[in-house]
């Protein structure tokens, strides 16, 4: 069965450094997300991209965060200078071209020290 | 923008009993709602939606009824078993091209004892 796969699955960092998370979205999908979740609390939104740029974004997704689609497969999401409160769990999602349902991935436990 | 509520936080049963979640949502634009499980260290997994055409759903042990008019939607598992203890979101979105953008609920924390 056809998944969203993200690495790493989990990533140390110090303040101030730069990360990069990679997604690889299940292929025939055309949308993809980022959401995260702080441990313990609900899962929020982050950005939707679609035909290579970004179709909305929350408040949280700043001037800090980043989205990128690098090649046919990859879909990241940069944070330039990672702050303490961005630690959490950041998951990628696709969905089909119809825009239907969302699959998520398993995760990448961000932890900034 | 939408706000969805979720209760309870947290549900204890019995093996075999039934389970009931209820959400509202505020934003009378929204017309897809999506629950998810999640287990320890995973992402949410979808195990079933509604859309606001439907009042009600039903895929095996699991149900979904939505009242649009009251902005309200429910999850009911009948039959529970210990497999089924994980954390619930409900989630609420505009569907069309974009419905992967969604509000969630704050979870639901289902324990099954056996």
């Known amino acids: 069965e056809p998944e969203v796969t993200q690495t790493p699955s989990h990533q140390v960092t110090q303040m101030g450094q730069e990360v990069i998370l990679r997604c690889v979205p299940i292929?025939?999908?055309?949308?993809f997300y980022w959401y995260r979740q702080i441990l313990g609390q609900k899962v929020e939104f982050l950005v939707s991209f679609y035909n290579n740029e970004i179709s909305e974004k929350s408040e949280i997704f700043d001037d800090q965060f980043s989205v990128e689609r690098p090649d046919g497969s990859n879909f990241t999401l940069k944070i330039r200078s990672t702050k303490l409160e961005d630690s959490a769990m950041y998951f990628c999602?696709?969905?089909?071209?119809?825009?239907?349902?969302?699959?998520f991935g398993q995760g990448t436990r961000l932890t900034v020290v | 923008g939408e706000n969805v509520e979720q209760h309870p936080s947290t549900l204890s049963v019995q093996e075999g009993d039934s389970a009931v979640i209820k959400c509202t949502y505020s934003d009378s634009a929204s017309n897809y709602f999506p629950w998810y499980k999640q287990e320890l260290g995973k992402g949410p997994q979808l195990i079933i939606d509604i859309r606001s055409n439907v009042g009600e759903k039903k895929d095996q042990r699991i149900a979904v009824t939505l009242n649009k008019t009251a902005k309200h939607f429910s999850l009911h598992i009948t039959e529970t078993q210990p497999e089924d203890s994980a954390v619930y979101f409900c989630?609420?979105?505009?569907?069309?091209?974009?419905?992967?953008?969604?509000?969630f609920g704050d979870g639901t924390t289902l324990t099954v004892k056996p």
């Open positions: 999602a696709s969905s089909e071209p119809r825009g239907t349902e969302a699959f």
């Open positions: 292929s025939n999908h055309l949308y």
């Open positions: 989630a609420a979105s505009r569907g069309g091209t974009n419905a992967g953008k969604s509000t």
